[in-house]
């Protein structure tokens, strides 16, 4: 006590400031980094939950990068990134600037459009499971049989069956994304377009060198936010194909998917961690990349 009354106001403050952030940084170290450090270690061991650890150096990584379902997951991840991160930005861009111009019952379209980001992933994924289903079942079929239409195999094909699990995984982002997008747009000074209005400027031209350049910030964050969920993608996956989790014949399983199966299904915790630490890699780097290209643009 004596120490601290001795203490100039500033150094008081300091005192004070990292008092209020022990906690936090006490759940970080407890909840974040430590076991984000044991998956390292772990990625070089041998363990199945119940025996000792076994150090077996690279040999989890070398078994990783010679198995052929790795680079079959591998791909399917990237695909869904490739695949979801453009086609959200681009629907949820036009969707927030045409919605920014409507001022009848603005704010329930607004929620309607919150509303499946706020729905459970779970129910969301069974409820889109049972649109796929056959006739009598599905409602898309259902539709297309009405229409004199073939069915389309949405969940059983190896070729429909990725784009119809990122169908709802996009759906569920749009209304995040709509909402960032729209307070990126009234963040844009009016005095610009109302400049460009009197120049005369074009519709196209005030969209591409006055909005999108400053939606720039926004873009930023959206690129990245997405691409880790994307690269993340679990949820939509796990429960759209429950009788076979990632089917068929693992074209839609992703990295996390994979990381489960291992993990919980197969017990083996030293191959798990080094599926997880190649995913780790993977999001640092693809965030890297991305706003390192999106900076020099």
Same mark, same amino acid.
């Given at each position: 006590?004596?120490?601290?009354?001795?203490?100039?106001?500033?150094?008081?403050?300091?005192?004070?400031?990292? $008092?209020?952030?022990?906690?936090?940084?006490?759940?970080?170290?407890?909840?974040?980094?430590?076991?984000? *450090?044991?998956?390292?270690?772990?990625?070089?061991?041998?363990?199945?939950?119940?025996?000792?650890?076994?150090?077996?150096?690279?040999?989890? #990584?070398?078994?990783?990068?010679?198995?052929?379902?790795?680079?079959?997951?591998?791909?399917? %991840?990237?695909?869904? /990134?490739?695949?979801?991160? !453009?086609?959200?930005?681009?629907?949820?861009?036009?969707?927030?600037?045409?919605?920014?111009?409507?001022?009848? =019952?603005?704010?329930?379209?607004?929620?309607?459009? @919150?509303?499946?980001?706020?729905?459970?992933?779970? *129910? =969301?994924?069974?409820?889109?499971?049972?649109?796929?289903?056959?006739?009598?079942?599905?409602?898309?079929?259902?539709?297309?049989?009405?229409?004199?239409?073939?069915?389309?195999?949405?969940?059983?094909?190896?070729?429909? $069956?990725?784009?119809?699990?990122?169908?709802?995984?996009?759906?569920?982002?749009?209304?995040?994304?709509?909402?960032?997008? =729209?307070?990126?747009?009234?963040?844009?000074?009016?005095?610009?377009?109302?400049?460009?209005?009197?120049?005369?400027?074009?519709?196209? %031209?005030? /969209? &591409?060198?006055?909005?999108?350049?400053?939606?720039?910030?926004?873009?930023?964050?959206?690129?990245? @936010?997405?691409? +880790?969920?994307?690269?993340?993608?679990?949820?939509?996956?796990?429960?759209?194909? &429950?009788?076979?989790?990632?089917?068929?014949?693992?074209?839609?399983? !992703?990295?996390? /998917?994979?990381?489960?199966? &291992?993990?919980?299904?197969?017990?083996?915790?030293? #191959?798990? *961690?080094?599926?997880?630490?190649?995913?780790?890699?993977? /999001?640092?780097?693809?965030?890297? +990349?991305?706003?390192?290209?999106?900076?020099?643009?």
């Amino acid at each position: 006590m004596r120490f601290y009354k001795n203490l100039s106001i500033p150094q008081k403050q300091i005192v004070w400031a990292w $008092a209020f952030l022990a906690l936090p940084v006490l759940f970080y170290v407890v909840i974040r980094f430590y076991p984000t *450090a044991n998956a390292f270690v772990l990625s070089f061991q041998e363990w199945n939950l119940l025996g000792d650890r076994k150090f077996v150096g690279l040999e989890n #990584y070398a078994k990783l990068f010679s198995d052929p379902v790795f680079w079959k997951v591998f791909k399917n %991840t990237f695909m869904y /990134l490739i695949l979801g991160t !453009p086609i959200s930005l681009v629907l949820s861009f036009i969707i927030a600037y045409h919605l920014d111009k409507v001022r009848f =019952m603005h704010g329930t379209i607004r929620a309607l459009y @919150f509303l499946p980001f706020m729905t459970s992933a779970v *129910a =969301m994924a069974w409820v889109w499971r049972w649109f796929y289903q056959p006739v009598p079942i599905g409602v898309f079929n259902n539709f297309l049989a009405s229409l004199g239409f073939a069915q389309i195999e949405f969940l059983s094909s190896t070729t429909n $069956a990725l784009p119809s699990v990122l169908a709802p995984a996009v759906w569920a982002g749009l209304g995040f994304q709509v909402i960032i997008f =729209m307070a990126g747009l009234r963040a844009i000074p009016q005095s610009y377009y109302e400049a460009a209005r009197i120049d005369g400027v074009s519709t196209w %031209t005030v /969209l &591409t060198e006055i909005t999108i350049p400053l939606l720039k910030p926004t873009i930023v964050f959206l690129v990245v @936010f997405s691409s +880790i969920g994307f690269l993340r993608i679990f949820d939509q996956v796990f429960n759209m194909t &429950t009788n076979n989790p990632g089917g068929p014949l693992n074209s839609t399983k !992703p990295l996390v /998917l994979l990381i489960y199966d &291992t993990a919980f299904n197969g017990f083996n915790m030293g #191959y798990a *961690a080094a599926q997880t630490v190649v995913l780790f890699t993977i /999001l640092l780097v693809v965030s890297l +990349i991305q706003l390192r290209l999106l900076k020099d643009s």
